[in-house]
């Protein structure tokens, strides 16, 4: 069993930064590959970015350049730098763990509560 805990999320300003941490409990964390889904209200849950058990990544066009994961494994936790931040990246930010297949499909084994992301003026 993963229990994923997400925080660091928060109210800033178009252009500021971020960082979103997804904590896991379990030694098994690092077999998983984990991702960052968002939603925004009244729109459809999207997938972010991934980050595979081996380290490779995949980040959705619209946070290419501006948002960057990484993970250690010997902490069971996966970061999310989020840079440059722009008003249409508000939304819970959420983190999940599971198997990643490519594109969009991810089966999803765990997910965290999720984090709130403002980005207001």
């Known amino acids: 069993q993963v229990q994923l805990v997400e925080s660091g999320g928060g109210l800033v300003q178009p252009g500021g930064s971020l960082r979103l941490t997804c904590a896991a409990s379990?030694?098994?964390?690092?077999?998983?590959?984990v991702a960052w889904y968002r939603q925004a209200p009244g729109k459809q849950r999207e997938l972010v970015v991934v980050?595979?058990?081996?380290?490779?990544?995949k980040y959705i066009d619209s946070v290419k350049g501006r948002f960057t994961i990484s993970r250690d494994n010997a902490k069971n936790t996966v970061y999310l730098q989020m840079d440059s931040l722009k008003p249409e990246d508000t939304a819970v930010y959420s983190c999940?763990?599971?198997?990643?297949?490519?594109?969009?499909?991810?089966?999803?084994?765990?997910w965290g509560q999720g984090t709130q992301v403002t980005v207001s003026s």
């Open positions: 379990g030694s098994i964390f690092s077999r998983y590959d």
């Open positions: 999940t763990a599971g198997f990643y297949y490519g594109d969009t499909a991810f089966r999803h084994e765990y």
């Open positions: 980050i595979t058990s081996g380290g490779r990544t």
